[in-house]
C-alpha cells in the first residue's frame, strides 16, 4: 500500500516575507502614440523630468497604481498627459532589462496608440508634449528608442492584416491620402495601381460618391471605413 504524501501549504504573508526583494519590483507601462500628417509618421514626446536624462525626450509612461491594471493604468496616462478618453491602443511587448531605470528595477509593457492628430484635440502643451517625426528620432530616454522602434515594427506588420491605420486619418478619406498613410508607415513608395488592388481586395471602405474640395490637384473620390471594422475603444473612466 502507498504512502500519501501530505504537501505542506505557505501563506502569501510568508511567501511575501521570505521573497521580499521580488515584490520591491515596480511595473510601469509606455505608450508610443503615432499621429499622421502631411505624408509623415509622428510620435509624441514629452521632455524627461529625470536629471539623469537631461535634454533627452521620453515616451509618455508612468508607474501602475496598486489598483490598476496594465491596460487601465495605459488609458489614464494617455487621459492625464493628452486628454483624451478615446483612441486605440494596443498591448506590444515587456521589457525588462536589470538596468532599465536609474531608480530601480522596474518592468514596463509598451503600447502602441493611433491618434488623427489633425482632428483630435490634444491637451498636450502644459505637458510639454510635441510631435516628432518618427524616422528623425535617434536618441530618447531610458530604452524608449527600443521601445518606438520595436512598436514601430508591429505597426508595419500590421497595416495590411487589419484596417489599424484608420485611426490615423479624418472619417473621409481619398485613396492618394490612404495610400500616402500605408507610405510613411511603411517608410517605402508603393505602385498606386497594386495598392488599390489589395486596398479593394481587402473590403474595408467604402465610395461616398462625393469628391475632395479646395486641394491643389484633381479631386479625387472621398471614402470611409465601412462601419463595425473597428472598435478598439475604451473610455478612461
Not at 88 to 107: D, M
Amino acid at each position: 500500500m502507498s504512502e500519501r504524501i501530505i504537501k505542506a501549504f505557505k501563506n502569501a504573508a510568508i511567501e511575501k516575507k521570505n521573497r521580499q526583494d521580488y515584490f520591491n519590483i515596480a511595473v510601469s507601462v509606455d505608450c508610443v502614440i503615432f499621429g499622421y500628417d502631411n505624408h509623415e509618421l509622428y510620435v509624441l514626446l514629452m521632455q524627461s523630468d529625470l536629471e539623469e536624462f537631461q535634454g533627452l525626450n521620453s515616451l509618455l509612461g508612468d508607474l501602475v497604481r496598486p489598483s490598476e491594471d496594465l491596460t487601465e493604468a495605459s488609458f489614464r496616462i494617455l487621459w492625464e498627459r493628452t486628454g483624451l478618453q478615446n483612441v486605440y491602443l494596443e498591448q506590444v511587448h515587456t521589457f525588462g532589462k536589470v538596468c532599465r531605470h536609474p531608480s530601480g528595477r522596474v518592468i514596463t509593457t509598451a503600447y502602441f496608440s493611433l491618434i488623427d492628430m489633425q482632428h483630435q484635440q490634444l491637451n498636450i502643451a502644459e505637458h510639454q508634449l510635441d510631435w516628432y517625426p518618427v524616422r528623425k528620432v535617434k536618441r530618447l530616454a531610458f530604452d524608449h528608442l527600443e521601445i518606438l522602434q520595436l512598436c514601430l515594427q508591429q505597426l508595419q506588420q500590421k497595416v495590411m492584416e487589419r484596417p489599424v491605420v484608420f485611426h490615423l486619418l479624418p472619417p473621409l478619406f481619398s485613396l492618394r491620402e490612404l495610400q500616402s498613410v500605408f507610405e510613411a508607415i511603411l517608410g517605402i513608395e508603393l505602385d498606386r495601381r497594386n495598392f488599390r488592388k489589395k486596398i479593394a481586395i481587402k473590403d474595408w471602405i467604402i465610395d461616398t460618391n462625393t469628391l475632395e474640395k479646395e486641394v491643389n490637384h484633381r479631386p479625387g473620390k472621398l471614402y470611409k471605413l465601412k462601419a463595425g471594422l473597428v472598435n478598439n475603444f475604451r473610455p478612461y473612466q
